[in-house]
């Protein structure tokens, strides 16, 4: 089993929940944003803790990114950031020459910079699971060739088995991730096709979990859904340390809700229900190691 941390890099806040979650609880991997204020810091955190696994959060919409207005004039806006729509950013992608070939160039920088940190690749995965967008993929695939990457989430995961375990329903969240579903099967086709050509495979895990319940992936989910998994190798990812909590009314903006997913993530309970079901925690690059050894 995997566990994730995705946006580390976001913030100092948002780097020393990450670190806590993997000293002190069940925390295995995370998710770089190499554009964002805190990523040096993070860096600095991964080099001092070999043990968590690293990988690139690819960003191609709502955030910064690393190049200028200048470089990439057409995927920004007056704020000098992504799209914060996704529908607008996807149809910009499909149909604007200019904004597919700078979507490129900024991929490629935000490679180059993750590359330049020294840190092993443990993974890639994408901001709001926009990697999974058919034309961001592409440029994906290519620049895992030329980086040497093989590891990637594509967020597989059943919505009846989610509402089984006692998810929160149709939120706006899920509507957004049942849509999500239908790009993964088109991008699963890709991979799939990539192997009858003899590229190099890319290693995915069989299932993950946390995008119909994200931001709020509390400890009872959390304990719900373990005892469910099924699969040989699944992700669950989660975003400790989010300013999620101060979008929601002032009354209940408490540490507590701020901090639900952290919560989670170093509960006794979830680490006691880990070891009871004989769940191996591992990186990305683990897993891989381990199914290879069983085939």
């Known amino acids: 089993m995997i566990v994730n941390a995705d946006d ?25 944003m190499v554009a964002e204020p805190a990523w040096e810091q993070a860096v600095l955190l991964a080099r001092e803790h070999p043990s ?9 919409t709502f955030d910064r990114p690393l190049l200028s207005a200048t470089e990439i004039p057409h995927l920004l806006g007056r704020d000098g950031k992504f799209e914060a729509d996704p529908v607008k950013a996807g149809l910009r992608f499909a149909i604007s ?36 967008h058919p034309v961001v993929f592409g440029h994906l695939l290519a620049l895992c060739d030329r980086y040497g990457v093989n590891r990637m989430r594509v967020p597989r995961e059943s919505f009846l088995s989610h509402l089984r375990g ?3 329903g149709l939120t706006p969240v899920a509507i957004g991730a049942l849509i999500l579903q239908l790009l993964c099967r088109i991008n699963l086709r890709a991979l799939r096709a990539r192997k009858t050509l003899g590229s190099k495979p890319i290693f995915l895990s069989d299932r993950v979990y946390g995008d119909y319940q994200s931001s709020n992936m509390h400890s009872m989910y959390t304990l719900r859904l373990l005892d469910r998994l099924s ?6 990812y989660f975003h400790p340390g989010s300013d999620y909590a101060r979008k929601l009314p002032a ?20 680490a006691a229900r880990v070891e009871d ?17 069983e085939r």
Do not use: C
């Not at 696994?53 to 690819?58: Q, T």
């Open 8 to 32: 580390f890099g976001w913030s100092e806040r948002v780097n020393a929940a990450v670190l806590l979650a993997h000293t002190s609880g069940v925390l295995t991997t995370a998710s770089l």
């Open 52 to 60: 968590l696994g690293i990988g690139l959060h690819v960003a191609t």
């Open 97 to 132: 020459d200019a904004s597919r070939r700078e979507l490129g160039i900024e991929m490629e920088a935000q490679f180059a910079r993750f590359a330049d940190t020294g840190l092993p690749w443990d993974h890639v995965d994408g901001h709001q699971h926009f990697h999974m």
């Open 166 to 168: 006692g998810g929160d």
């Open 231 to 236: 699969a040989q190798v699944s992700e669950i």
């Open 251 to 270: 009354a209940e903006q408490t540490e507590a809700v701020r901090d639900v997913e952290l919560k989670a993530l170093i509960d006794p309970a979830v």
């Open 277 to 293: 079901l004989g769940l191996r925690l591992a990186t990305y690059a683990e897993a891989e190691t381990a199914t290879s050894a």
